[in-house]
Each structure stands twice: as structure tokens, then as C-alpha cells.
């Protein structure tokens, strides 16, 4: 019989370690196999419910952080709350671990985690609710009673990172957070070609760049780095 199991970190392949490729290897042949047997076995999970925490402003956006052991929500009015949804975690209120709030309501977010054992949590978060076009940057990092352990409630250190304001625009294409930057791209208020701007949220650095884009929509962008020999 197999066993549908969590989704395996979702981090650079440099930053995993012999065990940790192995076991992502299983995970995906177990997976495989459960799903393709007449009978596949899903592992039940708690029912997240927000009734738990009073005074939460409604949903605007719901998301499954990359291990799948946490649910990361932005409310109106600029709150973020995080709940643990591992299905070894104690049931009730514990499930509820953190709330951080912003200056601005926010229409939009991205996040990914930090660390080889992926307990911080960065997020970055778009508002124009201001004069000038905001994107709030913050952390989450998850600290357990015993280290090298993911084991129990962790307790969640809350700060914030970076706030960066950009030039008004025509059209906001989105936000994205790879390899320890935030970047943004959008339309200038004057025409169509794609500015983008790459913000270092650890030393408030940013550069600008001006391309020739022309467009009115933005897909997806990967951003490649260029290893030298020496």
C-alpha cells in the first residue's frame, strides 16, 4: 500500500544535501506509485478553519508555502496570518501561529523561503493605496524548541525588511522573489515598454532597468545566473 506524502522542499538542488536528494527521490516514486494504484491513499489533513482567530479581515489571497506544511493568507486592510497545517501539529487555536500587518491594504503577494532547512519565510507584497506604488517586503522566520528540529509549535520572529516605492505606471504586471532579490515589473505611466525594477530587500538596494519591451501583459521570467571559471 502506498502513502500520499508532502510535497518535498521546493529549494535550489545546490542547497540540498545527499539525504535530502534521496529522500525527494522517494517522495516522488512513492507519490508515483500511490497515485497510479486502483486505490490511492491520501493523508487527511485538519480542516483550517479561521473562526479560530477572531477579527481577520476577509481573504484575498491563499497560500501553500513549498513544503506544504503552511498556509500563508493576506486579509484586507495590509494583514498576513500564517497557519500550520501539518497533520502531526496539535489541533486547535496552536494551529493559528502568526499575524503581521503592513501600512497599506495590499492587492498582491509573492513568498518563498530562505535557508537550507527553509524556516524563513520571506514575502513580498504589492499596494496603491499610497501616493506612489508600495512593495513591503518582510519575514517570518520559524524558530523551534529544538534546533535542527521541525518538530512541535515553532515560535515565528516577525520583522520587516524593505519598503520600496516605485514610479507610477500604466500597468503592473507583478512582483516575484528569487535568490535573495524582489523584483517588479510594469508599464511606465508614458508608454508601453516593460520597466523593471530589482530590489535587494536585505541591503534596501535597488536598480532600475529600462528595457525595450513593449507590451501590455508580462508572462512569467526566470532569472539565470552566470557562473565565471576560474
Known amino acids: 500500500m502506498g502513502y500520499a506524502l508532502p510535497f518535498p522542499p521546493f529549494r535550489q538542488v545546490s542547497t540540498l544535501s545527499t539525504k535530502e536528494l534521496i529522500q525527494v527521490a522517494v517522495r516522488f516514486v512513492s507519490i508515483g506509485d500511490n497515485l497510479a494504484s ?18 481577520l479581515p476577509p481573504i484575498n489571497v491563499f497560500g501553500i508555502l513549498p513544503n506544504g506544511h503552511y498556509v500563508l493568507i493576506m486579509h484586507e486592510e495590509g494583514v498576513f496570518t500564517l497557519w500550520d497545517v501539518r497533520p502531526t501539529s496539535i489541533p486547535g487555536p496552536g494551529r493559528f501561529l502568526a499575524r503581521h500587518e503592513v501600512s497599506d491594504e495590499t492587492v498582491s503577494m509573492e513568498y518563498t523561503t530562505e535557508g537550507s532547512d527553509g524556516t524563513c519565510i520571506v514575502v513580498a507584497a504589492f499596494s496603491e493605496e499610497t501616493d506612489l506604488p508600495t512593495i513591503f517586503v518582510f519575514q517570518l522566520q520559524l524558530n523551534f524548541p529544538s534546533e535542527g528540529s521541525s518538530h512541535g509549535i515553532p515560535e515565528v520572529v516577525r520583522s520587516d525588511l524593505a519598503k520600496f516605492c516605485i514610479n507610477p505606471f500604466r500597468y503592473f504586471a507583478r512582483i516575484a522573489l528569487q535568490e535573495g532579490l524582489c523584483f517588479a515589473w510594469y508599464n511606465s505611466e508614458d508608454e508601453e515598454k516593460i520597466t523593471v525594477s530589482i530590489l535587494d530587500y536585505r541591503s534596501s538596494k535597488r536598480m532600475d532597468l529600462e528595457t525595450d519591451i513593449i507590451a501590455t501583459t508580462v508572462g512569467s521570467f526566470y532569472v539565470l545566473r552566470e557562473y565565471t571559471k576560474r
Do not use: A, K
Request: avoid cysteine; aromatic fraction near 12%; hydrophobic fraction near 35%.
Open 38 to 55: 486502483p486505490e490511492p491513499q491520501f493523508r487527511s489533513h485538519w480542516v483550517l478553519s479561521l473562526e479560530e482567530e477572531e477579527l
